[in-house]
Structure formats: structure tokens, C-alpha cells
């Protein structure tokens, strides 16, 4: 296939790209090259012959027009967003632009080239969301393909509004979509203001390890070449206007993920002064509607498409400490990018009064 891939060069899409290029597809990775995405995580297929870069940004229709053209894709994986939900706290007006306003130019520039070309049937659009649109669980149930949507943040309420104008677009337009729901990604080239990747740099620098209220929020963990994989996939083989949650069935406590990592480091890189990382670990005031637990229910995508995750959430935490430990020249940069390193979505305006 000929795949256009938006944000490419961010965490997720980059592991994307790297997996379809060594599978042999063409890939056109378009990214703005914002602060979180890094072209090194590509630098291993840049020089690829099936592999294309552009720089551009999802909210300019012009460029986007200019990529349809050029390239006359067969899909377009639609990953490029702002994905931190601490961030979208102090600043909300980023994730209304880019995750709306820049999806509803992906779809538009997506319906004229796919019009253009004559609404070839084998044409998709694969709209990659996360399950935080669905709100938080209580300590049973999963989050199923027909779960209402109930976002608490400022970033999942951006990605809610992002899928409902994606159904729309297939409803109104016909335009062929399909679209998945994924847990937390975590894995080499994670950007380091996100929690895995926080834990072990800090633990490294002999810094606290900063834990939420009392780290009994629940996630689900899913290795980030696992969701890749399970992507191209559904972008493959999904049934047009259907969408597929992707889970790591993998669900672990803040708290207990957080003393996983610290065991395995414990025994990847001793502390010279003797003890263990977990002595750092530190809590901290919980953020402003911090959902309490995420579970999938991966039962669709199993049973429709065949794909379950291969990685366990131990032996992809020790996969990602060992590649943190051996690539400091990756992640020692990105430190100094903006926000990095600092305590962001602490402070919320009190709520009115009834």
C-alpha cells in the first residue's frame, strides 16, 4: 500500500512508519515537527527508496492539498495530534486546534483527492483516537466499541470531538473509514515528559519519582511495536465504518508499574550508593479530573482481524529500560525542550457555584 502517515515523527506514528517501510508498503510521513516528535526516531529507514518525508502542518489545507496530489495515497493513517493531557490543561487551545481543527482539514483534503480519484472503494481513512474519549471506569468493566463517550480533559474531549467528526465525515460523505481506541502506548522513542519515561530518567539522576495521589489509578499497558502492528492491521483489513479498540490486556496501578520499573532497574543498573530506585519514589498532589481506571475490551479486534498483543507488560517495561540505558544520546536533548521536566496540569480554576 501507499501509506500517508500524519505525525510520523512523533512516538507512535514513528513506530508505525518504521513497521510499514520494513514491511515493504511506500509511507509518506507528513509532521509538523512540534516539540514532541523527533526525526531520529526515523533515522533508521530516512533512506529507504518506500520512504518520503514532509514537513506540514495538519491545520495548513493548502499543504495537505499539495501532499494528495503529489502522492495520491491508498490510506492515510491519521496520527498527528497533541497527546498530553497534562498539557492540555494549561493550555487547551492547542489540542482544539490541532486534534479538531486539523482532523476536519485531513478529512476535507481526504475527500477531495479520494473524490478526485473517482471514490475508489480500496481507498481508507484510518482515524487512530485513544480510550480516554470513554471516561473513567470503577473497578470493574471494560471500555467496549459501543461505550458512550464521556471524555474529562481538555485533550480527550478534543479527541472525542476528533472521532464524531470522522464518523460524520463516512456518514454524510461516504468517505471509507475505520478507526481504533487505543490504551497506553509506552516503549523506546516515548518522549520524556510521559510517566515510564519520567520514572526511569529521574530514577537515573537520582531525582523523586513523581506518583499522582497514591498511584491507584489504573491503565492499560500496551508495548507501542504491539500497537503498530495491530494499526497497519485494521488500516488492512478493518471493515469500512468500523471501529476496533486496541488493548495491551495488561493493567497495572500507577503505583505497582511505577515499583516494576524500579525492580528491573535495580537489577539493569545498580545505584553505586547501594539500595533500591524505589526509595525515590515520591507522591504528589493528584492532577484536576485524573481518571481513576482504563480497561479494553479487545474482543473485536481479536475475533474479526486476529490480532491479539505479544508482549507482556514486564517484558516490555525491561525492553524499554534496556533501550533508555543504551540511547541516552536520544533522550539526553529532548530534555531540554519545552515543559520538559516540569510539573504541568497542577493548578485548575475553582469550578463555579450551583
Sequence with gaps: MKLLVTGGAGFIGSAVVRQAVAAGHEVINLDALTYAAC???VASVADAPNYTFVQADIRDRAALDTVFSDHTPDAVM???AESHVDRSIDGPGDF??????GTYHMLEAARAAWTAQGRPETFRFHHISTDEVFGSLGKTGQFTETTSYDPRSPYSASKAASDHLVRAWHETYGLPVVMTNCSNNYGPYHFPEKLIPVVILNALAGKP??????????RDWLYVEDHADALLTVVQKGAV???YNIGGENERTNLELVQTLCTILDEMQ???????YADQITFVTDRPGHDARYAIDPTRIATELGWRPSVTVEEGLAKTVRWYLDNEAWWRPLQTRHGVGER???VAAPKASA
Design 96 to 101: 482544539i486546534e490541532t486534534n479538531i481543527t
Design 39 to 41: 526525526l531520529e526516531n
Design 270 to 276: 545498580p545505584k553505586a550508593q547501594g539500595g533500591s
Design 78 to 80: 491519521h496520527l498527528a
Design 209 to 218: 519519582l513523581p506518583i499522582y495521589g497514591d498511584g491507584s489509578n489504573v
Design 241 to 243: 465504518g468500523r471501529s
Design 344 to 346: 504541568l496540569g497542577g
